[in-house]
């Protein structure tokens, strides 16, 4: 650039306040990318559900129970592919703060229903074979170290309790970055003969896919009309209305994430447009010398815009470098109490964005008080 060597000397005539604001900068993008992916976690839910699926449990609420035996009439149903059931067993692995999803699944149709978790056919053999298997996510199997082999003990207050044993048969992954490699399966079958029998045969919610997704409407009324005014009335929804009826639990994340966000762009905001102010107050009668020597006036409202911008970059690029950084070291520290985090690139782009706005909008001000000062009125006052 043409006048790089003046932008940067005005830049660097007071170093410490650079530092600050870059500083300024980089932990209120660092905060804007940590807010972003968990927005992103929470929501992840949907934005990944399977179109062409949909999630049945009870109609009072998830925690109640679904027998069995509706798993027969719910096939019947035209448009209707495969249905596979899943209880929940929530234990924990040695200690109460290890925990991590743990579902009892139906090894026939888990595969068919969910197919985007993959499992080794290798794996998956072994795991039909033998009654204590289980199978479990990439992303819990690097936290506790677990390889295939392992006798996993589970303990849990439900279901009798006690420690369940397991035999670590297989690891899954996903086809994409941002699914979940948390979940720990194991059999229906040892499942049920475990369990107190009172609550044998009922399962937690099913979940099913359609021929054709034009029919989830049609079938969804179906099932529910089925199971109406029996002891175990169903609800059924797509599965993305299912994941973020879920996440509303939690609160109004994405309110609340909005909130903070905005609270940091204003503050941002007012630093960096206190700090160019100042910074142009202070060269008030060079700028008024550049004048004099024949700069016209847009090219004084550049060198205000472009010191603006150049904080904005060089800051805004520390806070999203450190988020690379520091995001998947958090991922894993907070493994199991949130979703799994995962920094976008559209997130990374976002940030960007924003910080150079912020530079953009902060330097309009003192840029155009520069750009139509008159050189004899701010000569005077030196």
């Given at each position: 650039m043409k006048y790089s060597r003046l932008i940067f000397a005005n830049l660097f005539r007071k170093k410490i306040r650079l530092a600050l604001t870059l500083g300024s900068f980089a932990v209120a993008l660092f905060l804007f990318a940590f807010l972003g992916v968990v927005k992103d976690a929470f929501g992840r839910g949907a934005d990944v559900?399977?179109?062409?699926?949909?999630?049945?449990?009870?109609?009072?609420?998830?925690?109640?129970?679904?027998?069995?035996?509706?798993?027969?009439?719910?096939?019947?149903?035209?448009?209707?592919?495969?249905?596979?059931?899943?209880?929940?067993?929530?234990?924990?692995?040695q200690d109460e703060k290890n925990f991590f999803p743990q579902f009892v699944i139906d090894p026939e149709n888990q595969r068919q229903v969910v197919p985007e978790l993959i499992v080794p056919d290798d794996q998956w053999d072994a795991f039909l074979k033998d009654r204590q298997g289980a199978i479990v996510g990439r992303a819990t199997a690097e936290r506790f170290h677990w390889k295939i082999g392992d006798r996993i003990p589970i303990k849990t207050t439900l279901y009798g309790g006690g420690s369940w044993e397991f035999n670590l048969v297989g690891i899954y992954h996903g086809k994409r970055p941002q699914d979940d490699e948390t979940q720990f399966w194991f059999q229906w079958d040892y499942f049920e003969e475990k369990i107190p029998d009172a609550v044998k045969g009922q399962i937690g919610w099913y979940v099913l896919r359609v021929a054709n997704v034009d029919d989830s409407v049609r079938v969804a009324k179906t099932i529910d009309d089925e199971f109406a005014n029996s002891p175990y009335e169903t609800r059924t929804q797509t599965e993305s209305a299912f994941a973020a009826s879920w996440v509303k639990q939690f609160g109004n994340i994405s309110f609340l994430i909005l909130a903070i966000g905005t609270v940091v762009f204003f503050t941002l905001l007012l630093v960096t447009g206190n700090t160019m102010a100042i910074a142009v107050r202070e060269r008030t009668s060079e700028l008024a010398v550049l004048k004099a020597i024949g700069f016209s006036d847009i090219a004084?409202?550049?060198?205000?815009?472009?010191?603006?911008?150049?904080?904005?970059?060089?800051?805004?690029?520390?806070?999203?470098?450190?988020?690379?950084?520091?995001?998947?070291?958090?991922?894993?520290?907070?493994?199991?109490?949130?979703?799994?985090?995962?920094?976008?690139?559209?997130?990374?782009?976002?940030?960007?964005?924003?910080?150079?706005?912020?530079?953009?909008?902060?330097?309009?001000?003192?840029?155009?008080?520069?750009?139509?000062?008159?050189?004899?009125?701010?000569?005077?006052?030196?």
């Open positions: 559900a399977g179109a062409d699926r949909l999630v049945v449990i009870n109609r009072t609420s998830i925690i109640n129970t679904i027998p069995l035996s509706y798993r027969d009439k719910i096939l019947r149903i035209p448009g209707v592919t495969y249905v596979t059931h899943n209880n929940w067993f929530g234990g924990v692995y004084v409202l550049f060198f205000v815009l472009a010191e603006s911008l150049v904080i904005a970059l060089v800051g805004g690029l520390i806070g999203l470098g450190l988020a690379v950084v520091m995001i998947p070291v958090m991922a894993r520290a907070l493994n199991g109490l949130l979703p799994s985090l995962v920094l976008a690139p559209s997130i990374l782009l976002l940030g960007l964005a924003t910080a150079l706005l912020v530079g953009l909008i902060s330097g309009v001000l003192p840029g155009v008080g520069a750009m139509r000062m008159r050189v004899v009125n701010a000569l005077r006052r030196v």
